[in-house]
Structure formats: structure tokens, C-alpha cells
């Protein structure tokens, strides 16, 4: 699991190593350099039919609408577009395995124990609304090695 941003902001506050950008796009709090545990990368098993499956489960903007034949690539949305890839390695360049959204009840099962997201309008209703993505295939003794990221970047 991964993160990456880019953005014309300051590079970093409180020493997490996480930029503006990302705080806000991921529901962090800038004044704080603690991790809020709410993004989760992990082997889960889908309720739907017991097959384990690596997934990265993140909190992104509420209504944001992702598509991709590979990578998965939100429209602009509040100033921020997502984009989640996979990968065997973590070679420059080869992110390029089928990442797809884990949706409905496997989603909840998955995303059960997530720290509640913030309401900064005030509606009751979070901003952030967490969405799951995993990689091809299932996870097996002989396929040690899988990696997703989150990138998020300024349209």
C-alpha cells in the first residue's frame, strides 16, 4: 500500500510525510502527525464466496465516481481526482494490473471497525465516504507479492 500527491501546497505538516492534498483528500487533519487508521490495506475474505483477496480500502470524497479498464480513475471531484493502481512489483512503470471495486456487502464486511469519517458541512452527513479496490485474482501461498496504491492528484 502506498500514497503518492502532488500538489502546489507545503510538502508536509507535523512530520507525517503526508502533503496538504492527500490530508485532505484522504478526511486526515493536517495539525495532527498521527495516523487516523483510515485507510487500511489487507488480505479480507468476501462474505460473497470465501475467495481472499487483497484489498485497500480508503475514505475519497462523497459521490466520487471511479471507472478504468486498469487502473481505477475517479472523475474530478471538490478539487482532488483518485487514482488506484496495482502491481506484482514496485518497478517505475508497471502498475498496470486490473484493479476493480469491491462494492455491497463484501464492501461492508471489509470496511466493518473504519474510524467514522468527518462532517465539515454540518448535514449530518460525512464528506468522505470510504470505497474498497483490490487487485486480480486471489491471494495464494505462491503469490507473495501484491501491491496497490492511491494517488491522488489537482485536475
Known amino acids: ?30 495539525r495532527s502527525g498521527s495516523d487516523e487508521g483510515k485507510v ?3 488480505v479480507a475474505t468476501l462474505p460473497s464466496n470465501g475467495s481472499r483477496v ?9 459521490n466520487a465516481s471511479f471507472g478504468g479498464a486498469t487502473e481505477q480513475v475517479s472523475a474530478p471531484i471538490d478539487g482532488v481526482t483518485y487514482t488506484i493502481q496495482g502491481n506484482d512489483t514496485l518497478e517505475t512503470g508497471a502498475w498496470t494490473l486490473a484493479v476493480t471495486e469491491i462494492t455491497e456487502a463484501d464492501a461492508l464486511a471489509i470496511q466493518a471497525g473504519l474510524p467514522a469519517l468527518s462532517d465539515l458541512a454540518g448535514d449530518l452527513t460525512p464528506d468522505w465516504t470510504y470505497r474498497t479496490f483490490r487487485r ?7 503469490d507473495p507479492r501484491d501491491f496497490l496504491r492511491a494517488m491522488v492528484t489537482m485536475p
Not at 9 to 14: A, D, E, R, S, V
Not at 54 to 62: A, Y
Request: charged share 20%; no cysteine; net charge neutral.
Open 1 to 30: 500500500m502506498s500514497f503518492s500527491g502532488s500538489a502546489i501546497l507545503p510538502p508536509t505538516n507535523y512530520r507525517d510525510g503526508r502533503t496538504n492534498l492527500l490530508e485532505y483528500a484522504f478526511d486526515g487533519d493536517p
Open 136 to 142: 486480480p485474482g486471489t491471494v495464494t501461498d505462491g
Open 54 to 62: 487483497f484489498t485497500l480500502s480508503l475514505p475519497v470524497r462523497r
Open 40 to 42: 487500511r490495506g489487507m
